[in-house]
């Protein structure tokens, strides 16, 4: 059994940026992949980012590539998901998601443990 808790979110400018967090329980955090979902009001979620249980492997979607970046603290069991140059768009609930021995890639299904969310809201 892992808990997810997200931190961080809260209202930031157009421009500017962000980092999340998301504390896991347990001791066999290592073993998980790690991944950072997005949804907006009225549209399906969204998979930000992904990083693999040996953090070896990062994945992102074109939309947020080269602005968001993902890292993770095994001896603290926390994954971070560090936001540049937001956008309005970006305005969603963030969460986090954990895969057993997976390696963070897009596909929602593989994650079994979830946080609750945190929300994230831009404004011009």
């Known amino acids: 059994q892992v808990q997810l808790v997200e931190s961080g979110g809260g209202l930031v400018q157009a421009g500017g940026s962000l980092r999340l967090s998301c504390a896991a329980s347990?001791?066999?955090?290592?073993?998980?992949?790690m991944g950072w979902f997005r949804q907006a009001p009225g549209k399906e979620r969204e998979f930000v980012a992904g990083?693999?249980?040996?953090?070896?492997?990062?994945f992102y979607p074109d939309s947020v590539k080269g602005r968001f970046t993902i890292s993770r603290d095994n001896a603290n069991n926390t994954v971070y998901l560090r936001m540049n140059r937001m956008t309005l768009e970006d305005t969603a609930v963030y969460s986090c998601?954990?895969?057993?021995w997976g390696i963070g890639n897009a596909d929602s299904r593989q994650y079994t443990y979830w946080g609750q969310g945190t929300q994230v809201t831009i404004s011009s």
């Open positions: 998601a954990a895969e057993h």
């Open positions: 990083i693999s249980w040996n953090g070896r492997r990062t």
């Open positions: 347990g001791r066999t955090f290592r073993s998980y992949a």
